[in-house]
């Protein structure tokens, strides 16, 4: 089986989990120490997905760039992006600010990468009661955008629905050329 390989982002504020949810999904760890990323953070990891054409299965090794989230690191940010077919824009539950800059997040994506594809993933599941999860989940409003092709709550502690958003993602870029 021949393995194609694909450059994907983590992107969001600062502390909203991104390092978290790559350690959770490459390593099978996590740590509630919080671990600044300077600049960016290369990690990789092969998955297997249903091949598009129905053919079986398909390995995948996704390169996951981890993009600190300090706004004074913004300009750069682009340079980090370019080549990305998918990207994880991630925010924090606990913050609501995070998840209202969510559409910027997508906006510089799709601005540099716009065949790209997104998962928005609403972390850090396991610190929000249900009725703080629904009132956060008022706040998601997207438009119309075809690109991005799901949104999870998630939890880089538990492991819910972590290997869920690498794999959609994945799955998805694979149907891309």
Not at 116 to 125: P, S
Not at 129 to 157: G, Y
Request: proline letters at 3%; one cysteine or more; glycine letters at 6%.
């Amino acid at each position: 089986m021949s393995v194609i390989s694909k450059k994907i982002c983590l992107v969001g504020d600062f502390s909203v989990g991104k390092t978290s949810l790559i350690r959770r999904f490459v390593d099978r760890q996590f740590s509630d120490r919080y671990l600044s990323t300077v600049g960016v953070k290369i990690s990789r990891k092969s998955v297997e997905v249903p091949a598009p054409e129905g053919t079986g299965n398909q390995q995948v090794q996704l390169i996951v760039w981890d993009i600190e989230g300090q706004t004074k690191f913004k300009a750069i940010a682009p340079s980090y992006l370019q080549g990305a077919k998918g990207a994880i824009i991630v925010a924090d539950v606990t913050r609501s600010e995070t998840i209202e800059n969510l559409q910027q997040h997508l906006d510089l994506f799709f601005s540099v990468c716009p065949k790209g594809l997104a998962v928005i993933a609403l972390n850090k599941l396991d610190l929000v009661s249900e009725e703080e999860l629904e009132a956060q989940f008022k706040l998601v409003h997207f438009p119309e955008q075809p690109q991005v092709i799901a949104a999870h709550t998630t939890s880089a502690k538990t492991g819910k629905d972590v290997d869920e958003i690498f794999h959609k993602l994945a799955y998805n870029m694979l149907k891309i050329k």
